[in-house]
């Protein structure tokens, strides 16, 4: 297994891999970004940093792991490649997961290349709770995610409501994991994260909601079982690059890359 350091790759650079990057600069270790795999079209340039438009090219240069900070579509595309050479992959676009087939794909490509995937946690908490929990037996598991209207520009929110103009608190989706997280790809994969630790994703009640009063996004986990009952709320800051994704979330992959480099898992 190459354990490298130095050999840290990401697909995409928008909000969350520049934070990323940043943030693992500032920390001043071992670990950093080398390497990213970006869209065809994209101008980007950074010292130090080599930039490919080939999933391929970028398993020829090799590295130690790559951690996806891109979208459902890098995962479906480009994921598969990577685990089937032998390369561990860190996805953060975890709603993607909601396709049983895609699932089934990774899970084929990771035993074929004798690697793995792991999926953060991102925007949301509780899900050590939940994991323990459903071992008990879970009889009920809600997930409400809360953002500012501006937050939800550019998802299907906008087709049904003119978000600039909501003065109240609106309701814009109600449904179960599998949906939310299909249809809108870049603010619930959290909802897959809650239905993976949890009841699956046809069993976990969603609703999403824009609020003009909200200065964040807030996420609420409401879980019922065996074990007892618990209530988590997280109140993130987003991005300053992209107010649609919690600065939480790359804080998550993050941590999940340094445990990938920890002999003890902390
Ligand atoms: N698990 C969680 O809690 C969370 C998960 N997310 C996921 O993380 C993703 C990234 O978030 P964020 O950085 O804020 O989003 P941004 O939109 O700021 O950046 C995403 C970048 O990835 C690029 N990209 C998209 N698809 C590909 C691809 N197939 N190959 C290479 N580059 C690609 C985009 O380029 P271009 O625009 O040119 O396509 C864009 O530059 C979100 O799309 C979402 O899926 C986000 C928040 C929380
Ligand atoms: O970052 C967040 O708060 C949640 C998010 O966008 C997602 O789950 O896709």
Not at 153 to 181: C, M, P, W, Y
Not at 190 to 198: I, K, P
Not at 227 to 238: K, T
Request: glycine fraction near 10%; charge should be neutral.
């Amino acid at each position: 297994m190459n354990r490298n350091p130095q050999k840290v790759a990401v697909i995409g650079f928008g909000a969350m891999a520049r934070s990323l990057e940043q943030s693992l600069k500032n920390a001043g270790g071992d670990i950093a970004v080398a390497a990213a795999l970006v869209s065809k079209g994209a101008e980007v340039e950074r010292d130090g940093i080599a930039f490919f438009r080939d999933v391929d090219a970028l398993v020829k240069w090799g590295p130690s792991v790559v951690v996806e900070c891109a979208s459902h579509g890098a995962v479906r595309h480009d994921v598969p490649a990577l685990l089937r050479a032998g390369i561990d992959v860190i996805v953060v676009s975890i709603g993607s997961l909601g396709d049983a087939e895609l699932l089934a794909t990774l899970d084929l490509a990771a035993s074929h290349g004798h690697s793995r995937l792991t999926v953060v946690s991102g925007a949301v908490g509780g899900l050590d709770a939940l994991r323990s929990a459903k071992l008990g037996g879970l009889d009920r598991v809600v997930y409400t995610g809360t953002k500012p209207p501006a937050a939800w520009k550019g998802s299907l929110a906008e087709k049904h409501h003119d978000l600039s103009a909501l003065t109240q608190r609106t309701v814009i989706f109600e449904g179960n994991a599998r949906e939310a997280s299909s249809i809108y790809p870049k603010n619930a994969n959290v909802t897959a994260a809650v239905a993976l630790a949890g009841i699956g994703f046809d069993a976990t009640a969603v609703t999403l909601v824009a609020d003009p009063a909200a200065d964040g996004n807030s996420h609420h986990v409401s879980a019922k079982g065996s074990f007892g009952s618990f209530d988590i709320v997280l109140h993130n800051r987003p991005l300053p690059d992209n107010p649609k994704t919690s600065w939480l979330a790359a804080l998550s992959v993050e941590q999940a890359l340094r445990r990938h480099f920890q002999r003890i898992e902390l």
